[in-house]
């Protein structure tokens, strides 16, 4: 039961074969056993969850209910949550009570969703492993000396060992799709704008995407139907129309195009993965997909613009912790220029303090036109090279990460070689397209993911590719050992 699909829960429940009541006991006797050993939860809402499966069981008796109604589901501890504490990962917020929902938050009250607690995450989603929480490590349950991937890990973990149904994670430069490739899931970021940003903290407001993660393409569909749609309280959300992005799952793949970069396919790749991605492509053209060469001559920069930009816009949106509004504040401060640096020394984690430095540099007199500009022109470039391949293909397949998980510790004292581990994901996010990542093989037990990239709202295109896919595959049925 907790490892179904949500179309099979949703099922299940609306039949009543089983009550929303039974199935979160079930979620949270699963978190009992399981969460001390994987550290994926920060905060377990026990009675909250209990009250709205109740509520749910009620609106289902009286057939009332949406199709995820009373599905018990978790959010990253980054999405504001009323009475309800959110940390960001970090010790400034380890006392803060939003006031207010977020939207994504609210979305899934009102459809019945049953909210079974915030997942642990790298602190403000600065991290590739998720290893920079205030909270510790998450492990990744198919193997608890790797990580899980970051800065979604906690929300990754919590999906793939069965402690939720499905989870709420955030992509800045590929932190929903990076950790659902270390876990065998499926993860999709939206087109910048589609999911209200409301009450999601900031982390680098211009690149921040709230998104799906789940076991499949149908789960992510089902679920994006709740979570897309306008927001007036969000100046960056799009107005557009809300599709039902279940209804083209059924669609055939025939005569699509695919785009293959050829910075990504070179002979760099490792043989493992070349092999794992021979056989996803042999698939895709059984379906009658067509396969060219894509170019994509910028890519190259596109680490090195993003670890300009997005510290850049964390050292702003981080300046609002200072101990004087909310969140931590050091003992006894002597002064006011005292009570500023002992609480952000204090209160932040190394990894943050780095980029609060870098960013500051950044965009500082003397070093903007240089560092901070440059990266914005580059970012246009990379966007550009994006949107002249869609002139030419439907999708752009890419290695979401060239690895499987990474030990846990490996990459932690070396912030540059976890940087580079973001280079298939990054360029994704500062063009703002969407992007869905899903598992195409494993090695050594681990899984392996690959991603395909659309241009802007093309969600159902890609949720349907990566459903055709997984109707021939089974990859992403594949659960740890340790939940069996």
């Not at 009620?58 to 018990?72: T, V, Y």
């Not at 500051?360 to 901070?372: K, V």
């Not at 681990?446 to 055709?468: C, D, K, R, V």
């Amino acid at each position: 039961m907790l490892t179904q699909t949500l179309r099979e829960l949703s099922k299940q429940l609306q039949q009543k074969k089983i009550s929303s009541l039974e199935l979160t006991s079930a979620y949270l006797n699963q978190i009992a056993a399981l969460n001390p050993l994987l550290n994926a939860y920060i905060t377990v809402c026990e009675e909250t969850a209990l009250n709205q499966a109740k509520k749910a069981d009620e609106l289902i008796a009286k057939q009332q209910a949406h199709p995820l109604c009373g599905i018990p589901v978790a959010h990253k501890d980054i999405f504001c949550t009323q009475d309800i504490r959110t940390t960001c990962g970090s010790k400034m917020l380890d006392n803060f009570i939003a006031p207010y929902d977020a939207t994504i938050i609210k979305n899934c009250q009102d459809a019945g969703c049953v909210m079974l607690g915030k997942t642990n995450m790298d602190e403000f989603a600065m991290g590739s492993s998720n290893e920079n929480s205030y909270y510790g490590a998450v492990k990744n349950p198919w193997d608890l000396t790797t990580v899980p991937g970051g800065s979604s890990g906690g929300s990754a973990a919590a999906v793939a060992a069965g402690l939720c149904a499905a989870a709420s994670g955030s992509d800045t430069g590929g932190s929903i799709r990076q950790p659902a490739a270390f876990c065998g899931l499926t993860g999709l970021k939206p087109t910048y704008g589609l999911v209200s940003r409301y009450g999601m903290i900031a982390f680098a407001s211009s690149l921040d995407q709230a998104g799906p993660m789940t076991r499949s393409a149908e789960c992510a569909a089902l679920w994006m139907n709740v979570l897309a749609g306008f927001d007036p309280n969000d100046s960056t959300s799009v107005e557009i129309p809300t599709p039902d992005y279940t209804a083209q799952l059924t669609h055939s793949l025939k005569n699509k195009t695919i785009g293959l970069p050829k910075q990504f396919f070179n002979p760099n790749l490792s043989a493992t993965l070349s092999h794992v991605f021979d056989n996803a492509i042999a698939e895709f053209k059984k379906m009658g997909v067509n396969f060219v060469e894509v170019d994509l001559p910028h890519h190259h920069a596109a680490i090195a613009a993003y670890y300009i930009i997005a510290p850049a816009e964390a050292s702003s949106n981080l300046a609002r912790y200072d101990g004087v509004r909310y969140g931590y504040r050091c003992k006894n401060p002597r002064n006011l220029d005292d009570l500023y640096k002992r609480t952000r020394s204090e209160g932040f984690g190394d990894e943050v303090k780095r980029r609060i430095m870098i960013g500051t540099y950044a965009l500082s007199a003397g070093y903007y036109d240089a560092f901070y500009l440059k990266a914005q022109k580059i970012r246009r470039l990379i966007s550009q090279d994006f949107a002249k391949a869609f002139q030419q293909v439907d999708f752009i397949l890419s290695p979401t990460v060239a690895n499987t998980a990474f030990k846990l510790g490996e990459k932690k004292q070396d912030p540059l070689s976890m940087y580079l581990a973001d280079n298939y994901g990054i360029g994704v996010n500062l063009a703002g397209i969407p992007s869905i990542a899903f598992p195409v093989g494993f090695s050594d037990n681990m899984p392996l993911g690959m991603q395909l990239i659309g241009n802007h709202f093309s969600e159902t295109l890609l949720l349907n590719a990566a459903h055709q896919y997984q109707q021939v595959s089974d990859w992403h049925l594949r659960t740890p050992d340790l939940i069996k």
